[in-house]
């Protein structure tokens, strides 16, 4: 039988013991990277009232850096709310949570404040498909941009939502719905003056009834305008 070689034993050890180093390190890490991720869903979901002191804002992207007013603006002008995210219904994209995880990483904080913009149904319903957005909230009154996600968003969505800004949106829609109407509607006089009152009576009974029913069904379902609701936890 051959001597054993007592180098190339340790030698062979040292590769196995290596080899097992290298997997418990990346078990390790890989452990890490879900303990994180999964501290990041519960912030989103539980919320916190305070910042962490010296936020290092210079070192964001300003250009995904929002005012609330701003905010405002495209809720208004798409019907949606902006509200934290501990009252939004359904699952948070793990594309959201590792945006979030690669941020903390190069800030250097812990971000504790989140906000979502979205329909009203994605803050009662889990299954709705309209399209939120993730931002996280910073010291200086603005937000950060973080993720969006879903596809239901179409392009003419902001004209079906134009009536519910505000009261001056629903009364110019009216006003344009009596005006197509009284436009379309087939001629019934021959005189010139009497098929211009006709068309001005259709158009003024058209666009106040619009204007009354809209009303009417709004405080029957308890719906008020975009720029009453957008951040309102409450009023449907």
């Not at 719905?177 to 009152?197: M, W, Y």
Request: aromatic residues 12%; proline residues 3%.
């Amino acid at each position: 039988m051959n001597r054993p070689d007592l180098f190339e034993e340790m030698e062979s050890m040292q590769i196995e013991y290596d080899q097992l180093l290298v997997v418990e390190q990346a078990i390790s890490i890989l452990n890490q990277e879900v303990s994180s991720e999964r501290s990041i869903a519960t912030r989103i979901d539980s919320g916190s009232s305070e910042f962490q002191e010296n936020f290092p804002i210079s070192k964001l992207d300003h250009s995904r850096m929002f005012h609330s007013q701003t905010i405002e603006k495209i809720c208004v002008k798409y019907r949606m709310r902006f509200l934290e995210s501990t009252l939004f219904k359904g699952e948070i994209p793990v594309e959201a949570v590792r945006e979030i995880k690669h941020l903390e990483q190069q800030l250097g904080i812990t971000l504790e404040k989140f906000k979502v913009i979205a329909p009203s149904e994605r803050f009662k319903l889990k299954d709705s498909t309209k399209d939120p957005v993730l931002l996280a909230e910073l010291p200086n009154g603005r937000y950060y941009y973080i993720f969006q996600w879903g596809d239901d968003m179409k392009w003419y969505e902001h004209l079906l939502k134009y009536p519910f800004r505000h009261m001056r949106a629903l009364a110019i829609s009216s006003i344009i719905v009596g005006l197509l109407l009284a436009v379309l509607v087939p001629s019934q006089f021959e005189l010139l003056k009497a098929e211009f009152f006709y068309r001005f009576f259709i158009f003024s009974m058209t666009s106040c009834l619009v204007l009354t029913l809209a009303i009417i069904t709004g405080i029957m379902h308890s719906k008020d305008f975009s720029e009453n609701v957008w951040n309102s936890k409450f009023i449907r």
